[in-house]
C-alpha cells in the first residue's frame, strides 16, 4: 500500500527486464528508479535535518568522509575483494555463503552486501 501511494510498484525483482527489447526501455526504467530514490532520500534527509538540527554542510562534509572510505574521492564506494575465512576463495558479495565450502559470510556492513 505504502508503495501504491508513492507511485511505485514494489517488484519481486529489482534488475530491469532484459526481455524488453530495448536499451531505451532499460534506462528510462533506472532513470525512474533513480528519480523515486532521489525523492525518498530527500523525504529522509528532511525528517533527519528537523529531528536533529544537522545543516546541509555537515551532511556535505560527511559525505566527503564517507567518500574516501575506500580510499578514493570520486562519488563511488567500491567494496574491497572478500575471501573466505574457511577455505579461502574469493567471494561473490551477492551471496550469504560461500558458494564453494558453503560457509556463512559475514560482512562489515550491510551494504557491503548490496
Given at each position: 500500500m505504502l508503495y501504491?501511494?508513492?507511485g511505485m510498484r514494489r517488484e519481486s525483482n529489482n534488475t530491469p527486464s532484459s526481455n524488453s527489447g530495448s536499451s531505451k526501455g532499460d534506462l528510462e526504467i533506472l532513470t525512474d528508479?533513480?528519480?523515486k530514490l532521489k525523492l525518498v532520500n530527500l523525504a529522509l534527509w528532511t525528517f533527519i535535518k528537523e529531528a536533529h538540527g544537522i545543516t546541509e554542510e555537515q551532511l556535505i562534509e560527511r559525505y566527503k568522509q564517507v567518500d574516501m572510505i575506500d580510499?578514493?574521492?570520486d562519488g563511488k564506494?567500491?567494496?574491497g575483494i572478500k575471501k573466505c575465512t574457511k577455505c579461502g576463495k574469493t567471494l561473490n558479495p551477492k551471496f550469504e555463503k560461500c558458494?564453494?565450502?558453503g560457509t556463512i559470510v559475514s560482512f562489515g556492513t550491510i551494504f557491503e552486501a548490496i
Amino acid at each position: 500500500m505504502l508503495y501504491a501511494n508513492m507511485g511505485m510498484r514494489r517488484e519481486s525483482n529489482n534488475t530491469p527486464s532484459s526481455n524488453s527489447g530495448s536499451s531505451k526501455g532499460d534506462l528510462e526504467i533506472l532513470t525512474d528508479r533513480f528519480e523515486k530514490l532521489k525523492l525518498v532520500n530527500l523525504a529522509l534527509w528532511t525528517f533527519i535535518k528537523e529531528a536533529h538540527g544537522i545543516t546541509e554542510e555537515q551532511l556535505i562534509e560527511r559525505y566527503k568522509q564517507v567518500d574516501m572510505i575506500d580510499g578514493s574521492s570520486d562519488g563511488k564506494l567500491k567494496v574491497g575483494i572478500k575471501k573466505c575465512t574457511k577455505c579461502g576463495k574469493t567471494l561473490n558479495p551477492k551471496f550469504e555463503k560461500c558458494q564453494y565450502c558453503g560457509t556463512i559470510v559475514s560482512f562489515g556492513t550491510i551494504f557491503e552486501a548490496i
